[in-house]
């Protein structure tokens, strides 16, 4: 292993709290184990567990860094023992359970991904949760299929740029979206929606029953919960998926679950920092296979609303709070 500085610089949380809380800070330079590798950062995405995590209302998982920060870009300069696929110097994005804020990370291999071709290390660095959460989510518990129709709530955010770019390089036949404002739906209409409905000045279920002729759609993937819950049921056609990814509303809810029953519907969801390496290896494998080579062709790309420096998380904390992005928010190094 090549000489490593013996501290980095990180952004911790001084205590849970506003974004003042997150400050700069040194901590030992960590070593790569058996598996892992060590990643000088570049870029790395800010995602709404950040801001939870930031709160005290998401802790890391046992064996995780205290250090905000899923998902990271950038070189390998380190690698642990039983290594094999990666080398230091390889150009990689990699999911991770923590520490993505600072200038040095710990990346399972098996989260590892290579950099798309022609991608910025910004670009990079807002792939792996978001493409991660939104092909298992989707594609693997939802099981969308060319052909079927997809409701995304959040349509603006990270998650919701790309799934609407995914259903529709995968060929779902129509794509709604929800988002909160005439330009949020514009740009999920850019991005390939069939129509994007802004939940401030219509009511998302009058559209989807009109436009589908009371059919409903085949997928809903909800981040919202809450009174949206009674509404997702509603929208689905016979034989529908709707699959939770996060709550902004609430987890908890009075339901009438009848149409379950007369629809035979499937209910799922599912959560990504806190499951094994197992299993997010093995949503790794599949998701390089079918959906790299479309970054690579430059088919997809993620939607990036801005970037800040690494000292200056907090303000990028803030504007993920205010809710008024398109797309993701990255720190670069």
Not at 237 to 264: C, H, Q, W, Y
Not at 283 to 289: D, G, K, M, T
Not at 314 to 331: D, P, Q
């Amino acid at each position: 292993m090549t000489s490593l500085p013996a501290t980095m610089t990180a952004i911790e949380i001084a205590e849970p709290g506003a974004p003042e809380m997150l400050k700069p800070t040194t901590r030992p330079m960590p070593l790569p184990g058996a598996g892992e590798v060590l990643v000088r950062v570049a870029a790395a995405g800010v995602n709404r567990p950040d801001v939870l995590q930031r709160k005290g209302e998401y802790p890391p998982p046992p064996g995780a860094s205290d250090i905000p920060g899923l998902e990271i870009a950038g070189e390998v300069i380190a690698i642990g023992l039983g290594v094999h696929r990666l080398k230091p110097g390889d150009q990689i994005c990699a999911l991770v359970s923590g520490g993505g804020y600072a200038t040095h990370c710990i990346a399972q291999e098996a989260t590892c991904l290579p950099v798309p071709k022609g991608f910025s290390m910004a670009e990079a660095a807002a792939l792996p949760e978001t493409f991660f959460t939104v092909w298992h989510n989707l594609f693997e518990r939802g099981a969308l299929h060319a052909g079927e129709s997809v409701l995304i709530h959040g349509g603006s955010s990270g998650i919701g740029t790309v799934a609407i770019q995914l259903a529709r390089a995968f060929g779902a036949r129509q794509i709604f979206a929800t988002a909160g404002s005439a330009e949020k739906c514009h740009a999920c209409e850019r991005l390939g929606a069939t129509r994007a409905i802004n939940y401030r000045t219509a009511e998302f279920l009058t559209v989807i029953r009109e436009m589908t002729g009371n059919r409903g759609v085949d997928v809903v993937l909800d981040m919202v919960g809450g009174d949206y819950i009674q509404k997702n049921l509603s929208a689905l056609a016979v034989d529908g998926r709707l699959v939770f990814i996060a709550f902004l509303r609430g987890a908890s809810v009075e339901v009438n679950f009848g149409p379950v029953m007369t629809k035979r519907l499937t209910i799922t969801g599912s959560t990504l920092r806190a499951r094994s390496l197992e299993h997010k290896a093995a949503i790794a494998a599949p998701l390089e296979r079918a959906v790299w080579p479309l970054l690579d062709q430059g088919k997809i790309r993620p939607v990036i609303h801005r970037t800040y420096p690494l000292a200056e998380a907090a303000a990028a904390h803030r504007v993920m709070e205010g809710s008024e992005h398109i797309g993701k928010i990255v720190l670069t190094v």
